[in-house]
């Protein structure tokens, strides 16, 4: 069975700079998706970032990049230039190609101004 | 376009009152879901639905119903409210196939608290 694990429950960054959130997946797949999402305090969950499994090239969504290492099953996530409203539970995700979709614990990220 | 939407935003019950919390999405999704979420446990799925008149049980489906009668609306019944139901409930529709897929879209939560 898929499993996502988000081994960081807290994380906090210095506003302007670089975290990085990690994220690991067990799979026997080699056909999936994998996503970032992020569920601020008004608690609506969006989505921040995906990538396709056959992908090589790792997504980036403007100050929002992955670094995705299919044979580790590693997907971090990297927020570059932190601002205040980044600030919020980030979650990872696994949707598998029989449409099957496995969350992880999510991590909570703190900004510091 | 609303995208994912759900009534009531917050509710409080008594053990043993039955709800209905309503999903509706406006972007022709096949699938719809239902998920709980509570500290510390991420999200959970109940029950989804890959088509109208269609429903399939998910993690934790015990104490909770659904019907898919029209595309766009999924609806999560709860007949007799515990207290452990008190949750964040959050509905999320999604297209059905696999190339370009687009991940979830999620409703803004419905919070319930049952006493």
């Known amino acids: 069975a898929q499993t996502v694990t988000q081994s960081q429950p807290e994380m906090s960054v210095q506003e302007a700079e670089t975290v990085t959130l990690s994220c690991t997946y067990d799979?026997?797949?080699?056909?999936?998706?994998l996503f970032w999402y992020k569920q601020p305090p008004s608690r609506q969950m969006i989505l921040v970032i995906r990538?396709?499994?056959?992908?090589?090239q790792n997504a980036t969504e403007n100050r929002f990049s992955v670094n995705f290492q299919k044979a580790a099953k590693s997907f971090s996530l990297k927020i570059s230039d932190s601002q205040l409203g980044d600030a919020a539970m980030y979650f990872c995700?696994?949707?598998?190609?029989?449409?099957?979709?496995?969350f992880g614990t999510g991590t909570s990220l703190t900004v510091i101004p | 376009n609303a995208g994912v939407t759900q009534t009531p935003k917050f509710r409080v019950l008594k053990t043993g009152q039955s709800m209905t919390l309503l999903c509706a999405q406006d972007?022709?999704?096949?699938?719809m879901y239902w998920y709980r979420q509570d500290p510390g446990m991420g999200l959970r799925l109940i029950h989804y639905?890959?088509?109208?008149?269609?429903?399939a049980k998910g993690e934790v489906p015990d104490g909770y119903n659904v019907s898919r009668l029209k595309k766009q609306n999924f609806l999560l019944g709860l007949e007799s409210a515990a207290p452990s139901q008190t949750s964040v409930y959050f509905c999320?529709?999604?297209?059905?196939?696999?190339?370009?897929?687009?991940?979830?879209?999620f409703g803004p939560g419905t919070r319930l608290l049952v006493l």
């Open positions: 799979t026997s797949e080699s056909d999936y998706y």
């Open positions: 995700a696994y949707r598998s190609s029989g449409n099957q979709f496995y």
């Open positions: 972007m022709n999704h096949e699938y």
């Open positions: 639905s890959v088509g109208e008149g269609t429903t």
């Open positions: 990538q396709e499994a056959y992908k090589q």
């Open positions: 999320a529709s999604s297209y059905a196939g696999l190339a370009g897929y687009t991940g979830k879209y």
